[in-house]
């Protein structure tokens, strides 16, 4: 659910923290229109969630800044 110029570096997240997993969802979908109503976006975003899914840290739309990302996975896994 993020824009498609953070694609690359949203995948890159897995080597750069390794154990995180980084998946990319199709925000067009019937599940990915559903998962962004629920998270309150309004059109694609970031999300980091636990193994489980629950929602640790998320941030909407255009304000999605991949060092924000970086910076809150390093904080997280303590890197």
Same mark, same amino acid.
């Given at each position: 659910?993020?824009?498609?110029?953070? /694609? &690359?570096?949203?995948?890159?997240?897995? %080597?750069? #923290?390794?154990?995180? *997993?980084? %998946?990319?969802?199709?925000?067009?979908?019937?599940?990915? %229109?559903?998962?962004?109503? /629920?998270?309150? #976006?309004?059109?694609?975003? !970031?999300?980091?969630?636990?193994?489980?899914?629950?929602?640790?840290?998320?941030? &909407?739309?255009?304000? !999605? %800044?991949?060092?924000?990302?970086?910076?809150?996975?390093? *904080?997280?896994?303590?890197?």
């Amino acid at each position: 659910m993020i824009c498609a110029k953070l /694609k &690359p570096a949203v995948s890159g997240l897995e %080597k750069e #923290f390794p154990g995180v *997993r980084a %998946k990319n969802e199709d925000a067009t979908t019937p599940e990915g %229109k559903a998962a962004i109503q /629920k998270l309150g #976006f309004q059109s694609h975003g !970031v999300v980091i969630r636990t193994a489980d899914g629950k929602v640790l840290w998320k941030q &909407p739309d255009h304000t !999605v %800044k991949i060092e924000d990302v970086r910076a809150e996975l390093a *904080r997280r896994t303590r890197r």
